[in-house]
Nanobody, 118 residues
Framework: QVQLVESGGGLVQAGGSLRLSCAAS????????MGWYRQAPGKQRELVAV???????NYADSVKGRFTVSRDNAKNTVYLQMNSLKPEDTAVYYC????????????WGQGTQVTVSS
């Protein structure tokens, strides 16, 4: 089994920055992508950013130009650098990794709270 441990969430004022980390451990192999989702109160979980195994990235329109996703393959860790934060970025952020044979396995982190005050 794979464990995803997230860190870096917290409280920040609008315009500030946070850096989230997600470290994967366990019997993980053949990673397809590592990404970040978020879920705000009363809203559906949405994709924020993803980085594919070839380092191709994709972002939600709402965070383009402000967030950057990156990875450290040696550490099996994915990062989300969040700049120019807005109150609407407030949510629980979840790390997600798709991996395994035929990329059929899907693992989630425990979630980390990001709160942006106005």
């Amino acid at each position: 089994q794979v464990q995803l441990v997230e860190s870096g969430g917290g409280l920040v004022q609008a315009g500030g920055s946070l850096r989230l980390s997600c470290a994967a451990s366990g019997s993980i192999f053949n990673i397809n992508y590592m990404g970040w989702y978020r879920q705000a109160p009363g809203k559906q979980r949405e994709l924020v950013a993803v980085i594919i195994s070839d380092d191709t990235t994709n972002y939600a329109d709402s965070v383009k130009g402000r967030f950057t996703v990156s990875r450290d393959n040696a550490k099996n860790t994915v990062y989300l650098q969040m700049n120019s934060l807005k109150p609407e970025d407030t949510a629980v952020y979840y790390c997600n990794v798709r991996w395994g044979r035929n990329w059929m396995l899907d693992s989630w982190g425990q979630g980390t709270q990001v709160t942006v005050s106005s």
